[in-house]
Structures are given as structure tokens and as C-alpha cells.
């Protein structure tokens, strides 16, 4: 299916089933929480009292991120006193283990993933329970009526939402002012092309005295995101053929290997080498924040480094991160970090409520400001009508300059959404698809024959998938 806004017309499939654990679980995806989705935000109609719900949410983040996630499950626990959520930490493999729990009948009650191909593979499996069958009409309404429309198209499968991002990737430039002005570039006249960003760069890039580079002025190589820009796809409209050699995709992986080979891909390797090590997360090593990079194309999230680790003095600013030349349409591609409720959870109408909360639809919008705020402008929120919250505005878009103009304008202005593969082989299609983006910019392959490989094997698993598991 066409990973786009535009309309979906997706066929109804009967999945593999699994067996075990599953029994007894449609009555309990009837039940409703107690905080109609519906009711004023700071407001909550209360129940009789209680003890407290406790459930499992099981997340990937590890180290700081997970210091986050439990900081904000935390903040959700002390505003209300119904549901007490327990952050259990699944380093890896998560699809494997949540498929193996719910085989075994002991699934959490929730689960964050990290984006949406991983909730559209379980699905498939009829391993997730539909979100929108859990909660009232009236409930369900109030969600999608919140959400971007693109964002709750995001977590349809199937006709079905089982999928619910609380907050979506979106991208910008964070440019360090300092080697612009030694460069004699503009600081305060971004790009407005692709191409235009690409001569920025050059002029940017400092090179050595063995004519190796010293300072990077740019680059960027994530397939996905390179491919929304372009208007790529990945996948017919109708879910059945992979076209991962579509002519927009052929252009999007044009422009990075014309690049890389004009500098020499293994002068590029070598420097990306000697950054071993360094990256967002690792303080003030940050090749950006120390010097490294002249720019750096990449999320909201690192508004979150550059208030841990920005030395002191660091002048930078942030430009829209733009499309090709003579592309009208305004292409980007997003995929969340998202809930989802397994089949045989224990308490879906506990989940369902804190669902309701960390995507910002019902309860105190103050609850859904904190994610932004522990985790500060780390992605954008899932309703332009955050940007109204009075929080919101304070604490999270008067801390982070560009992050409304930049970063929240690519999210919700787009006129063309690039969603991850609705198929059930979402995951190992773009890791096939990665893997071959790599040897085109490595010199190795041509691009019209790499995409063709990858269409032909991709189409190959997604048929064997369908022909094994129909019925």
C-alpha cells in the first residue's frame, strides 16, 4: 500500500493466528476506561474508589532514554491514581518477545515501539488488538478527531488502528553559525533546494592538508527520509507489490551516490570511521557540538544534546531541511514511537486509558507537555493543537528556536506522507532496502540495478509470506 495521507483502499486478509493465550480476550476488548477521551483536557470524570491497576509497558530505551521513559511514566502516575504503569526494559528482539509472551499467555499490558513497521509485522500476525475496538465510538471519535490525520493514518493496518505514535519524527538542519560565517555562507539564507543544500555543503566541508576532510559541511544518507523528500514508495496501494524500484526512489538514491561519489565515498567512510563512537547520546562528543560538522540533519531531538552538552559560546541556528529541485509537492516521511496492546493483555482498558493520556487526548495536557519537557522537543506532537497549550508553548517551543517553525511546519504541512511498508515483512524489506542504498553509495552497484534486486527479493518473501500464511 502507498505510504502516503492520500486514500488507502487495503484488502482484508486473514492472518496466521496464534494459539496460545489468546482465548477470552474479546470480551476484554469491549471494556472502557474510566476517562471518557472525550472529556475536557484537566479534567477527569472519576470512578468509584479503587485499588489501582498496576500493568507492565515494555520499551526498547536503554540507559538515558530509559531514565525518560520512566520519568514521564512516572509524571502519568501521580496524575491519576487508577492505573499504575511499571517500565520493563526489552533491550532488543522485541517483536520475537512479545510473540513468545503472547504464545505463552503472559503478555504485557502495553507495549512502545519503535515505529510503526514493527506494530504493522504483529498485526499481520494477529498478534495486536485493534485500539479503535477497545474504547467507546465516543472515545475512539475524540482520538482521531486530536490527531493529525496523517498520524492516525499511520497506525491503520488492515483497516484497523492498532497503532498509536505519541510523538513523530520530523527534520531540520542544525547549522553551527560560527564555521558558516568563517565559510561565507549565509547563516540567515537556508536553502531552498536539495541541490542548493548540497552546494552549502560543499562550501562548508574543510579539508586537510593531505586533502582529507577535517570539518564536514553536511550530508545525510537515511534512506527512508531521503526517500519521503523525493516522494518515494515503498509498496503498491493496494499492499501486494513492493516497488522499492519506483522512478522516485531511483532519483532519491541518485542524488546521494552522485554526491558520494564526486567527494569519494572512501574519503567520506574514513571520516564517518573517526567519528567512531560519537553521536547524539554521547555527550559532549557530539560531532556536531564539537566542531566536527558544520551541520547536521536530524530531529528535534537534539535540541535535548544541545541543552545537556552545548559549550558555552556555541552559536548555532536551524533550517528547513527542503525538497528537490522543481518538486512542488512537499514530501516527508515519519513512522512514531508508539503504543500498542497485545492480544490476551491483561488489562487493555488500563492501557487504552494511559494511551488516551500520552497521546494527548484526554487528561491534563500538562501529563503529554512532559514528554517534551524530560525529553525536551525530543519529536513533535501528534496534534497541532499542542502548539495552543500554554505549557507547551513555555516550557517546550520557547526553549527550542525553530522547533515550531522547522520541525513542526515539515510535520504537520506536508502534502505527502511517507509511512514504513504496510506488509508483514515491513522490517526485513528495509533492512534489505538499506543494505543495498549502502553499495550504491559505496560505488559497488548501480542504482536501477540495486532497486531491482531489492524489488525482486522483497516480492519474493512478501508472496512466500502471504502464500504460507493465508487462511
Known amino acids: 500500500m502507498q505510504e502516503e495521507l492520500r486514500k488507502k483502499a487495503i484488502s482484508r486478509r486473514t492472518f496466521l493466528r496464534l494459539s496460545a493465550g489468546v482465548a477470552g480476550v474479546a470480551a476484554l476488548a469491549g471494556c472502557a476506561p474510566v476517562v471518557p477521551a472525550s472529556s475536557p483536557q484537566g479534567e477527569e470524570v472519576s470512578a468509584p474508589a479503587a485499588q489501582a491497576v498496576e ?14 521513559i520512566e520519568k514521564i511514566l512516572d509524571g502519568y502516575n501521580q496524575s491519576q491514581d487508577r492505573v499504575v504503569a511499571r517500565h520493563v526494559v526489552v533491550p532488543e528482539a522485541m517483536t520475537q518477545r512479545l510473540l513468545a509472551a503472547i504464545a505463552a499467555g503472559d503478555p504485557p499490558a502495553g507495549a512502545i515501539v519503535f515505529g510503526a513497521s514493527v506494530a ?3 498485526a499481520a500476525q494477529d498478534a495486536v488488538l485493534a485500539l479503535d ?3 467507546n465510538p465516543d472515545q475512539v471519535a475524540s482520538l482521531k478527531d486530536w490527531m493529525e490525520p496523517a498520524l492516525w493514518e499511520l497506525g491503520v493496518y488492515d483497516g484497523r488502528f492498532v497503532y498509536a505514535s505519541m510523538w513523530n519524527q520530523c527534520l531540520g538542519v542544525f547549522v553551527n553559525v560560527d564555521i558558516a560565517e ?12 536539495l541541490e542548493e543544500l548540497e552546494a552549502v555543503w560543499d562550501q562548508l566541508t574543510i579539508w586537510d592538508n593531505n586533502d582529507n576532510i577535517d570539518v564536514l559541511g553536511g550530508d545525510f544518507t537515511w534512506t527512508a527520509m531521503i526517500m519521503g523528500r523525493f516522494l518515494g514508495q515503498f509498496v503498491s496501494e493496494d499492499g501486494t507489490t513492493i516497488t522499492a524500484n519506483h522512478p522516485n526512489n531511483v532519483r532519491a538514491l541518485d542524488w546521494i551516490a552522485s554526491r558520494w561519489q564526486r567527494i569519494g565515498p572512501q574519503k567520506l567512510q574514513d571520516f564517518y570511521a573517526s567519528l567512531q563512537g560519537r553521536g547524539e547520546r554521547s555527550a559532549g562528543q557530539d560531532p556536531f557540538l564539537s566542531g566536527l560538522r558544520a551541520t547536521t540533519v536530524t530531529g528535534p531531538w537534539q535540541y535535548n544534546t544541545m541543552r545537556n552538552f552545548m559549550p558555552e559560546g556555541f552559536r548555532y541556528t536551524v533550517w528547513p531541511f ?7 509537492e512537499k514530501g516527508m516521511h515519519t513512522y512514531g514511537d508508539g503504543w500498542i496492546i497485545p492480544r490476551g493483555a491483561p488489562e487493555p482498558s488500563a492501557t487504552w ?18 514528554l517534551f519537557t524530560t525529553w525536551l522537543c525530543v519529536n513533535g506532537p501528534v496534534s497541532q493543537e499542542m502548539t495552543e497549550w500554554p505549557t507547551f508553548q513555555t516550557e517546550v517551543m520557547d526553549e527550542c528556536p525553530g522547533y515550531e517553525e522547522i520541525f513542526l511546519s515539515d510535520l504537520y504541512d506536508s502534502d505527502y506522507y511517507l509511512y514504513p511498508p504496510k506488509i508483514p515483512t515491513s522490517n526485513s524489506y528495509q533492512s534489505l532496502m538499506n543494505a543495498e542504498w549502502e553499495k550504491v553509495r559505496l560505488g559497488q552497484k548501480g542504482t536501477q540495478e540495486a532497486l531491482d534486486f531489492v524489488t525482486a527479493e522483497a516480492q519474493k518473501e512478501l508472496d512466500t509470506w502471504n502464500e504460507q500464511n493465508r487462511g
Open 55 to 68: 500493568i507492565d509497558v515494555w520499551t526498547g530505551w536503554t540507559e538515558d532514554a530509559a531514565t525518560n
Open 120 to 122: 504493522y509485522q504483529l
Open 322 to 328: 527542503p525538497g528537490p529541485a522543481g518538486q512542488t
Open 182 to 193: 568563517q565559510q561565507g555562507v549565509d547563516p540567515e539564507s537556508p536553502p531552498a533546494t
Open 133 to 135: 475496538e477497545i474504547g
Open 353 to 370: 486509558e494511559i494511551i488516551s493520556t500520552m497521546t494527548g487526548a484526554t487528561g491534563n495536557r500538562d501529563v503529554y507537555t512532559s
